[in-house]
């Protein structure tokens, strides 16, 4: 079956980085475009980025403001998360997701079909 884990958060205080990594298993990884989202607590999850499958990119630029970055490693079959410049709203549990041949456009919760249980990133002021 699909599994994704992440894994790399942590405390981390404002201004620092973290880099968060999403090991996926039981699928085409390259046939996949990746997701990042985060949850805060009482919030909805929220669209942080995404990675096609094609490697194209694209942000929440809102939430973001150019300080994140994404790759994968179709080779080992992960995807990464880079956040520089941290700051306390960015306090949140951090989920990857997969879509089959999910694209740039794929922001929505409902488009991806696969999740994994989160990473909890904590920023503190």
């Known amino acids: 079956q699909v599994q994704l884990v992440e894994s790399g958060g942590g405390l981390v205080q404002a201004g620092g980085s973290l880099r968060l990594s999403c090991a996926a298993s039981g699928l085409v990884f390259s046939n996949y475009g990746m997701g990042w989202f985060r949850q805060a607590p009482g919030q909805e999850r929220q669209f942080v980025g995404v990675?096609?499958?094609?490697?194209?990119?694209?942000f929440d630029e809102e939430s973001v403001k150019g300080r994140f970055t994404i790759s994968r490693d179709n080779a080992k079959n992960m995807v990464f998360l880079q956040m520089n410049n941290l700051q306390p709203d960015d306090t949140a549990v951090y989920y990857c997701?997969?879509?089959?041949?999910?694209?740039?456009?794929?922001?929505?919760?409902?488009?991806?079909?696969?999740w994994g249980q989160g990473t909890q990133v904590t920023v503190s002021s």
């Open positions: 990675i096609s499958w094609r490697r194209t990119v694209a």
């Open positions: 997701a997969a879509k089959y041949l999910g694209e740039r456009t794929a922001r929505s919760f409902n488009d991806y079909a696969y």
